[in-house]
T-cell receptor, first 113, second 114 residues
């Protein structure tokens, strides 16, 4: 089965600085790489995803980069704001009929004003 | 996108009783899932709810403890049976459509067992 490691487990940044979270996976068949954000008291929400035929994807202040050879992908948040404070999960998956998200342990991000 | 509604949002139950959680999706979806999330922890998949047939359970989860129904393409229920304090957790419903990888989540049901 898939082994997913996410680092760091906690990340404290000053408002305006950048944050980077790395996710390492073991299953070479994984071909879909999403990042979810979970705010307190809410369910996870997809914030960005990337497919294996793309190396980088950007959406305003967030970006995801993929290194399929090394089996890791990273979430980048620039110009952090207090509303970025949340728990972030990576969840690589194979997009076949039975594909299931394999969640990492999560990263608690705290953005201090 | 899909909006997922879960009921109840929270409950406090006595040990030995059962609770049924309802999940309603605002559009037809191919796959529905049930997850458990302990406070401060990651999500663990309990089972995939299959329409018209028995759910597919992950290792460590059994039908007698977590019976699941899925009568149609937009609705599913999860029952937590014969509850003990160890069942205190957040239970999340999730859904996605075949051919589209995006998976949506409900807000969760926060269960406390006394």
């Amino acid at each position: 089965g898939e082994n997913v490691e996410q680092h760091p487990s906690t990340l404290s940044v000053q408002e305006g600085d950048s944050a980077v979270i790395k996710c390492t996976y073991s299953d070479s068949a994984s071909n879909y790489f999403p990042w979810y954000k979970q705010e307190l008291g809410k369910g996870p929400q997809l914030i960005i995803d990337i497919r294996s035929n793309v190396g980088e994807k950007k959406d305003q202040r967030i970006a995801v980069t993929l290194n399929k050879t090394a089996k890791h992908f990273s979430l980048h948040i620039t110009e952090t704001q207090p509303e970025d404070s949340a728990v972030y999960f990576c969840a690589p998956m194979t997009t076949d009929s039975w594909g299931k998200l394999q969640f990492g342990a999560g990263t608690q991000v705290v953005v201090t004003p | 996108s899909a909006v997922i509604s879960q009921k109840p949002s929270r409950d406090i139950c006595q040990r030995g009783t059962s609770l049924t959680i309802q999940c309603q999706v605002d559009s037809q979806v191919t796959m529905m899932f049930w997850y458990r999330q302990q406070p401060g922890q990651s999500l663990t998949l309990i089972a995939t709810a299959n329409q018209g047939s028995e759910a597919t359970y992950e290792s460590g989860f059994v039908i007698d403890k977590f019976p699941i129904s899925r009568p149609n393409l937009t609705f599913s229920t999860l029952t937590v049976s014969n509850m003990s304090p160890e069942d205190s957790s957040i239970y999340l419903c999730s859904a996605r459509t075949s051919g589209k990888n995006i998976q949506y989540f409900g807000a969760g049901t926060r269960l406390s067992v006394l």
